[in-house]
């Protein structure tokens, strides 16, 4: 434990300074266009991108996936995300609290997210390693109550943990773990990859014992395999530097996952993250099936230049980007954004098709059966 803010700084460092995106694979949205509609009809000023999320209003369906904490460095740009969505309407995650409830003089640095932001939907987070190795309901509970967050983040990194130097490595019996939190937990549990999708499987079995909740987190933003190759290179650990190098580019798109993910479980409440990086991503994915999207490295890295005004900058930017795209469909609320024709390339179609998605039926059925927010309350 005297070593995790010391990784927690290793995985700042690195995302700021470092290449860490998946470099030959993409999210596919670009093979995705919302057809643009000349005479749209509707005052850009009126357009409503307005959703309910874990019982609150956000003002857009933008969330700031969990990515730090367990340093004071951390804690700095918890706040600065807290304040920045605090005033936008927006919300947000922090990163794994394991520090914290294995070594409570840390829990500040993820407290301050509540204290930056005290209307803020916040998500608090754990690693599903720590269900295996003995978490249960009461170190849930913990991290829930240390930022009084809104849900809480089972948090799947098995890629990651594959190539970090202290990774932990056993997901025996998760499903099991993660069942009996479901059962017994007052708050939603939300269950989030890190980078490398979730597929159609996956989210069957989580919706099949009780997750309604599910962040995708594909491939083609952030690849903590390839964060780790950087940390396994420099402690001369050449095995698992090696396999990461192979191994960087694995995952599921986030376009590919989110839609596997629609497609399992119609009736819940999806987060499309990984690779988000404009307002026209957002736009995109809530289309195609999203409630909310969320990104994390362009906050990351906007706060590495600008600080504090620079997270808010962005932010807005993402949110006038996504009303912009709304505007130019017709769309003035998410729902009428929702039934917009969407065009995917034909050989995305065909990838899906392979996966057994049926997809005419998807664009004219599946992701239509519920409105944008219809199943993210409590």
């Known amino acids: 434990m005297e070593q995790t803010p010391l990784r927690k700084l290793d995985h700042i460092r690195i995302v700021l300074d470092s290449r860490v995106e998946h470099s030959n694979k993409t999210t596919l949205f670009e093979h995705v266009d919302l057809g643009h509609l000349a005479i749209p009809e509707i005052d850009l000023e009126s357009v409503d991108a307005s959703i309910d999320f874990l019982g609150k209003r956000l003002t857009a369906p933008i969330i700031v996936t969990g990515m730090t904490g367990g340093h004071r460095v951390a804690a700095d740009i918890n706040c600065a995300i807290a304040r920045a969505v605090q005033e936008l309407g927006l919300a947000m995650g922090v990163g794994s609290q394991r520090a914290a409830i294995e070594k409570p003089e840390l829990s500040w640095t993820f407290r301050v997210a509540r204290e930056c932001g005290p209307d803020v939907p916040l998500i608090a ?26 849900a809480i983040a089972i948090h799947l990194n098995a890629g990651q ?7 932990d490595t056993n997901y025996r019996g998760v499903l099991e773990k993660i069942s009996n939190l479901v059962s017994e937990l007052e708050k939603p549990i939300i269950v989030k990859e890190t980078g490398h999708g979730l597929s159609y499987e996956a989210v069957l079995a989580l919706r099949s014992i009780g997750v309604r909740f599910f962040d995708v987190s594909g491939a083609g933003g952030t690849s903590w395999i390839r964060v780790e ?3 396994a290179r420099a402690k001369n650990i050449d095995k698992l530097a090696r396999g990461a190098n192979v191994f960087k580019d694995w995952g599921i798109p986030t376009l590919q996952s989110l839609i596997e993910s629609r497609w399992a479980a119609p009736d819940a409440c999806i987060i499309a993250s990984g690779g988000i990086r404009t307002g026209l991503d957002a736009a995109k994915a809530v289309a195609l099936g999203a409630d909310i999207v969320g990104m994390a490295l362009p906050v990351m890295r906007a706060y590495g230049a600008k600080g504090a005004e620079g997270v808010k900058e962005l932010l807005e930017q993402v949110v006038f980007e996504l009303r912009a795209a709304m ?14 024709t969407v065009r995917i390339d034909p050989v995305i179609r065909q990838q899906l098709e392979l996966r057994g998605i049926d997809t005419e039926l998807y664009l004219r059925g599946t992701r239509l059966l519920v409105e944008p927010g219809q199943n993210c309350s409590p």
């Open 327 to 340: 505007f130019l469909t017709g769309a003035s609320s998410l729902r009428e954004l929702r039934r917009k």
């Open 229 to 231: 190759m950087y940390r």
């Open 161 to 167: 943990e594959a190539f970090q130097p202290e990774g």
């Open 125 to 150: 987070n754990i690693g599903a390693p720590q269900l295996v190795s003995g978490y249960g309901v009461a170190e849930i509970r913990k991290a829930i109550e240390m930022i009084d967050a809104d």
